[in-house]
């Protein structure tokens, strides 16, 4: 598995971990997670976190914005069951979503307009990530290292180009399209996929009932040096610096709303190969890290850019 790669399905297998603090009490009594977009108006924590309390669950974690360029709020909380309460939260983590959920959904969502979720606080993201031959193990249009990657139980798909064959770019993408809907894919990463995938592949995931989002990586050497070999492009001109930044994939190329970035610090001693490795080294941070705030559901699409809580 190429190094980006490794770096996501680490990122995504542990990313609805609990906080620390909060692990042993929020994993056994059971914590959920709402999210909640609306129009800004005053009252809004209120309101929530008061349908929160009369379900009898203690809030442990929130947070909250109203962008006032865009009039819109967003509110991320984390709660579990108040075990010193006399009403009964029991059931299973499905029970309690459901019943949350249409609590909210009568009470609050039509008077707010709010688009809301509720999830599991230890619940995964469905997540497919896609590399291409850069990566050194896992390859996605070669199947040398398909039984590196069943001994870690990920299932492996084997999508080369081969247009004689009839495997068209076209066929590739409807394949990939398959497999989020057979699979119920809520995430797909695109860990250094050295292809652009077309707008038709972007606005079909995003539609389908899980409302897949497409993460993706790319280094800082875009757009000032494009084309082959960046980093002996950037170390010609004599960079300073050299970062990654991870966003949402759009229908416009690299202009989606960003996630997270990082830039480390390089000097004229550096050859292009160690530029290179500097560069890989923080694609590697900026995309785990990219993936495991999405996954824990502190990500918010706001227009054209993002609310991330901390």
Not at 13 to 27: D, M, Y
């Amino acid at each position: 598995m190429s190094a980006a790669a490794a770096a996501a399905a680490a990122a995504a297998a542990a990313v609805s971990a609990p906080a620390p603090a909060l692990a042993s009490s929020s994993k056994s009594r059971g914590g959920l997670i709402l999210t909640v977009t609306c129009p800004d108006k005053p009252g809004i924590v209120t309101r929530v976190t008061g349908l929160i309390a009369r379900l009898s669950y203690n809030i442990v974690e929130s947070a909250q914005f109203g962008d006032a360029r865009s009039g819109r709020f967003f509110m991320r909380v984390v709660f579990v069951p108040d075990t010193t309460a006399a009403a009964d939260t029991g059931g299973d983590e499905e029970e309690r979503k459901a019943t949350v959920t249409a609590a909210f959904q009568q009470e609050l969502a039509h008077d707010l307009q709010a688009d809301f979720e509720v999830h599991g606080e230890t619940e995964k993201v469905r997540t497919l990530i896609m590399v291409s031959k850069i990566g050194p193990l896992i390859i996605s249009n070669h199947p040398d290292f398909e039984p590196l990657a069943k001994a870690h139980n990920i299932p492996f798909f084997y999508l080369p180009i081969k247009p004689d064959e009839g495997k068209t770019k076209e066929w590739q993408e409807s394949e990939v399209i398959r497999l989020c809907k057979e699979h119920k894919i809520e995430l797909v990463v695109l860990a250094r996929y050295m292809q652009i995938l077309s707008g038709n592949l972007c606005t079909t995931l995003n539609s389908l009932p899980t409302r897949t989002q497409i993460i993706n990586i790319h280094h800082s050497m875009l757009p000032a040096f494009a084309g082959g070999k960046p980093y002996a492009q950037a170390h010609a001109r004599g960079v300073k610096l050299v970062g990654a930044t991870s966003h949402f994939a759009t229908v416009d190329l690299d202009e989606g709303p960003i996630i997270e970035q990082d830039v480390e610090r390089v000097n004229h001693t550096q050859s292009p190969l160690q530029l290179q490795q500097e560069g890989e080294d923080v694609e590697r941070r900026v995309l785990a890290r990219a993936v495991k705030r999405y996954a824990q559901r502190r990500v918010f699409i706001n227009g054209v850019k993002t609310v991330v809580f901390a």
